[in-house]
């Protein structure tokens, strides 16, 4: 495999970051990501992440903390 970015949103909540996908992920849908605030870190060993498994985050730039 290889290293994928998703368009994703993240928000903090009891003192903790999660995200999530956002929107559909085809290369033509701009909407999903003008609404995104970040990239989830697919890595390239895995082909699967499950629900509440820690994952990396890429902040966007226009992404306010």
């Given at each position: 495999g290889r290293r994928e970015y998703l368009r994703g949103r993240f928000h903090?909540?009891?003192?903790?970051?999660?995200?999530?996908l956002h929107g559909r992920q085809f290369s033509h849908m701009m909407n999903s990501f003008a609404n995104s605030?970040?990239?989830i870190i697919f890595p390239a060993e895995?082909?699967?992440i499950k629900e509440g498994?820690?994952?990396?985050?890429q902040?966007?730039?226009?992404?306010a903390l």
């Open positions: 903090a909540q009891d003192g903790k970051l999660y995200a999530e605030n970040c990239l895995k082909t699967i498994e820690e994952v990396q985050i902040l966007l730039p226009w992404t």
